[in-house]
């Protein structure tokens, strides 16, 4: 049952150590098929050199296992509060990576200071509030999918496709798993060069909204002239 | 004699440049068999390519070799005292990995900033005292084992499975050499996370204890829930 | 059509991801034939790994595409404007190496600190002045290049063969395209040098005037005596 | 002529690049003969990777070159003025390492923050002098030999095996070419160490000089008890 989203959620949690954005078992990505209300997620605690196609598990927008014999990713019901709540989502990716979580440990958004940021995210890459302690008492999981939520109640995902979980860690997300990883690649390249940045000039201005609109329509949207015509 | 347990040490050994823990020769591990007292150690300045089961050291908890033609570790005697003191530790790894090591020089605890560090440490990575000129003229090694022995006579060394030895290094342990191992290398990742999250932000606040703790149980103790049942 | 001039300019795109100077899609190269004014580029989009010299775009000093399947960079008006302004230039690589890139985010220019910066420039590497709105919204691609060429009114781009452009990223050349990938190389590697020196030594001063044309001298021009005689 | 001396010259050679310590063309090592007077160094501008024994360039103390086809390296007046004063060097080793060319260009000597410095450097790694205009106009090669010389006035090259040479970069070197190749490693993980270290505690005071000592003395001289007995 559903064989290329297997797959490619697979190819995606595969990748995600190929990237350098994991360290230990810190990461995990899943694939939603949106019509038929499944998607496909890592087992949890498996290594990813170790990951097929069938050891996938198949979870329903219920947060049922429909199919699979290993326990689905811990992080499981954040994936499925996203997917719930966020319509234009196909694929997510969490991780630890470095310089992202160390933003997200500072609670300090990623701002946009150049055209890199700008040709993958409309504007800073938030953070998130704290969870309270009832949350994280009860359904963390759960809750951690709703301060994201509350987080974009007036942004727009597809056009910051990631956010920082305070003290946790970043998600990216794309409206396929593959275009997911892509981000969370971005993710971390643009903490890395915002870090830096912010070390050189700490009073450092925000790229010029004009110049930042440009680049992010330069790629995205009806009027994008990079890459091929489809 | 005890060839599982030389093989364990030894693949220990092997995987600390692997994980580009180690530098040169600065780095160790050991597994003890509790039962037999008895414990295989890495030889002294022997290259770790060069690392064979057949080339461990056995030594019993007097300190005294029972079998192996090479000298020990210079720094054996601190795994010893350490397995006589800490009843709980099946293995210890010592690296100069980089940022616990610059933490370890800079006198400075490891904090806990987020839930990387939650998911492996209950609390900071502590440092020890620095060793008195007394102590260092005298059994320098022993010594080492002894100030570390000293910072957890309040802590629980399962629960902060790792140490900064203050001016020198960090050492991890667990049950069994390759948990230490892994230890070993959550260690850096928190040590790196941390340090990336103080130059972000100087007065950064510790993560929210009940956060803490939830991370800590999901990984560790009879509540967790993280990877597949055993 | 030009089968040389395309193999130099597929093999300089390739190295660009080989030597850690690209990441995700952000780079590209290009290689002149001045004499009869065309230069060969990256086609938009493709992935490093998959350019062959056939796929290299052909495109004339007016700008039009002379051969070629795909579409060219979209950084194409800018190589342009640079080939049209610069004479001495025959080839281009535009990449977004990290730090390199925060010191154009940040709006400073690489101080020469050393003498490994004075082996590749004469001088500082100089940063642009922020695009206007009105050239942003514009041609922005050619307005790019030309706030490089106005950055280089007073300044000799063969003693200084690279740039920042504020807010995005830097731009290095050379007489070959070969030599322009090397220039790329040393702004990074100079950027790296300068970082961490700035962070040792805030009021750091710049490198003394005699030994900086001493080590420039000795590798360029008629007196050097660096490297085999030719 | 002196096959073996070539062999050890190029093979350190060789192991720059792979232990990262050079970038580009920045670095080469030379092995000394002091019976016979000759040293063999690395010919001037050749890729590392096409280096062969042959390809070595062998010098007389006198500076003269003695057999090679190939212009010696151009730092070879450094070699040569370091081998006439310091009786105790077999090996010297040049690097652009990242860290310690940093502190170089910063003009801090690298402090003894750890026991991973007192292991190979007794006391801190000092830095030159600046070089006046008119050494550098004049035989800049030899006066930078000539610097480091009138640093060690009062220091045994033999205890502290490296020097920053300031606004420049690092030398190396030991009783033998392979161990001043592990020595510029330990150069560079003991910048990396005290760069991090001084960025988390500016204030950092100095290693314990008794346990700073007892590190150096475990390894080195007639009380050492590191690794095999010989």
């Known amino acids: 049952m559903l064989t290329e989203l297997r797959r490619e959620a697979c190819e995606a949690n595969r990748k995600l150590p190929e990237h350098g954005l994991v360290h230990l078992n810190f990461g995990n990505a899943s694939a939603l098929d949106r019509q038929r209300g499944i998607f496909a997620i890592k087992p949890s605690g498996v290594d990813y050199k170790e990951l097929r196609p069938a050891a996938m598990v198949l979870v329903d927008l219920e947060g049922r296992v429909v199919e699979g014999k290993l326990r689905p990713s811990s992080d499981t019901p954040t994936h499925l509060e996203l997917y719930r709540k966020l319509k234009s989502l196909g694929g997510i990716v969490h991780t630890h990576s470095l310089y992202a979580t160390a933003f997200a440990q500072a609670g300090r958004p990623i701002p ?56 946790h860690a970043p998600f990216a997300w794309g409206p396929t798993v593959g275009k997911a990883v892509e981000n969370a690649v971005a993710v971390e390249l643009c903490a890395q060069l915002a870090y830096f940045t912010l070390q050189l000039k700490s009073a450092s201005s925000a790229i010029d909204q004009t110049l930042h609109a440009r680049h992010f329509r330069r790629k995205h949207g009806p009027e994008a002239y990079y890459g091929q015509p489809r």
């Open 112 to 167: 946009a200071l150049g055209t890199t940021h700008a040709d993958f995210f409309f504007g800073e890459i938030p953070v998130t509030r704290a969870l309270r302690k009832k949350e994280i008492a009860g359904s963390y999981e759960i809750e951690t999918g709703r301060v994201i939520c509350e987080r974009f109640a007036r942004l727009d995902p597809a056009e910051v496709p990631a956010v920082l979980v305070r003290y």
